[in-house]
């Protein structure tokens, strides 16, 4: 039973385990980026998808080099589903969301948190001749470094 238990809550988390990136255009040459991730799996790379979110939103716009301005991030946890285990004996009907019936027997239910980041930066796009260019990132190199170019 403790098996079960711990199979279900790493599926839980498995299953609400993901990375979303939203972009804000403020300029012609900026973008804003508010990435969210959840899951084991995921809160440690927020970071890096908001990186290549921004080489490819400076690329894409026509541009070739980018800055970071106003990075904030924040960690926490959510809900992602409850378990509940019930032993017993007798005759139930459920109707909707009512349960009628003899029933006998107890119940235990535990909630499954999955760790949560997010990461929100604003994106200044350069092209390779303009003095903000210098000492920028090469969108072309962050991209070629996480093997999507």
């Known amino acids: 039973m403790k098996r079960k238990l711990i199979a279900s809550a790493l599926l839980s988390v498995a299953l609400a385990s993901c ?6 255009p403020l300029a012609q040459n900026m973008v804003r ?3 969210h991730a959840s899951g084991a799996l995921f809160t440690g790379s927020a970071g890096a998808v908001t990186m290549m979110k921004a080489a490819e939103a400076t690329l894409r716009r026509g541009y070739s080099h980018f800055r970071l301005d106003q990075a904030q991030t924040a ?3 959510q809900l992602v589903g409850v378990n ?4 017993g004996f007798g005759q139930a009907n459920v109707v909707g969301n009512s349960v009628y019936g003899n029933y006998s027997g107890s119940s235990f239910s535990s909630p499954v948190y ?3 980041r ?3 930066v604003t994106v200044i796009m350069y092209r390779v001749n303009e003095a903000g260019a ?9 991209l070629a470094k996480k093997g999507r170019v």
Not at 19 to 24: K, L
Not at 84 to 87: F, L, P, R
């Open 19 to 24: 990375a979303t990136t939203s972009e804000m």
């Open 75 to 77: 960690q926490g946890s």
């Open 84 to 87: 509940t285990h019930a032993s």
């Open 114 to 116: 999955a760790p949560t």
């Open 134 to 142: 210098r000492g920028a990132f090469d969108a072309a190199d962050v």
């Open 118 to 120: 997010q990461v929100s």
């Open 33 to 35: 980026l508010d990435t």
